[in-house]
């Protein structure tokens, strides 16, 4: 049989992007399948994202994640895009199929599976307030969305963002949603049942930062949830934690989506048990 040294290539475009621990996951999760791939971790900032794309195509890569801030712009360099990522107006992953590559995203899935299993809790009926607007805000606040939230407030120091994420989202899904602008420290309320941190406040290296919010007033049974993945200990989930409130850290939204988009490149299943105690390692979690 003749030896086949070509590995498969698949990895992420994002700037900064040194901090982003998917490869870890990733490259646990093809070994354990027993797949010859490769997870890039490359970064491209956002003049040079259609360059960055081209070689995406000319070395026949068979998938790519986009973080900050490619998950919009990426948008018209793709082939296609699913109707699941343009309902949400970003994306987050994309797939090769023959020579066209076709705009997925896998964020919104990923954290409402985290939700669910991680956090024991339906989103169906419940009062939901998210941080930010970018493309991780959009994805979360879609699928929350369709799984029956009752009341979703964005809130944004962008108003034009914020507002045209709200007008979207509420387009594509006939949620009741509204927004509100960030001018000041935003103050949980005992109404709420579910707060998210979809802002990259907090992010390694501003470890240090927090989102500008008090949880004073928030519910006993709140749960606080921040997707950011590095580190998984945030300030908002400290603090969260100091007060007693349930909390989902950003590294379940990483395993789940990044699973999603592992079976999605591979056709494998993926092997979720192996992702999870990768990144439990490289975070001495």
């Not at 339906?122 to 969305?145: M, T, W, Y």
């Not at 707060?195 to 390694?204: C, E």
Request: aromatic share 6%.
């Amino acid at each position: 049989m003749t030896a086949n040294y070509k590995a498969e290539l698949v990895g992420v475009l994002g700037y900064p992007v040194a901090e982003n621990p998917t490869g870890v996951m990733q490259e646990a999760a093809f070994a354990a399948a027993g797949l010859n791939w490769r997870y890039l971790t490359i970064e491209v900032k956002s003049e040079a994202l259609p360059d960055a794309f081209r070689g995406v195509r000319a070395f026949g890569m068979r998938g790519i994640n986009l973080t900050i801030p490619h998950k919009v712009a990426i948008l018209p360099l793709l082939d296609e895009i699913s109707p699941d990522a343009a309902m949400i107006g970003a994306v987050n992953t994309v797939r090769r199929e023959g020579d066209r590559l076709i705009g997925e995203n896998t964020d919104g899935k990923g954290f409402l599976r985290g939700v669910r299993e991680e956090a024991g809790l339906d989103p169906k009926g419940k009062r939901i307030v998210i941080l930010g607007a970018g493309g991780a805000a959009r994805a979360i606040a879609v699928e929350l969305a369709l799984a029956g939230a009752a009341d979703l407030t964005i809130i944004n120091r962008s108003v034009e963002r914020g507002q045209t994420m709200v007008r979207d989202l509420v387009s594509a899904t006939s949620a009741n949603a509204r927004f509100e602008p960030w001018a000041k420290t935003y103050r949980a309320t005992p109404d709420m049942n579910i707060l998210v941190n979809a802002t990259s406040i907090g992010l390694f290296p501003d470890v240090n930062a927090m989102p500008d919010v008090s949880l004073a007033a928030a519910r006993p049974d709140l749960l606080v949830c921040d997707v950011v993945p590095n580190p998984p200990e945030t300030r908002l989930i400290q603090t969260a934690r100091a007060q007693g409130l349930k909390v989902l850290t950003g590294l379940a939204m990483l395993v789940y989506q990044g699973a999603i988009g592992f079976e999605m490149w591979t056709g494998y299943t993926a092997p979720e048990v192996v992702m999870k105690d990768a990144l439990a390692q490289a975070f001495g979690v």
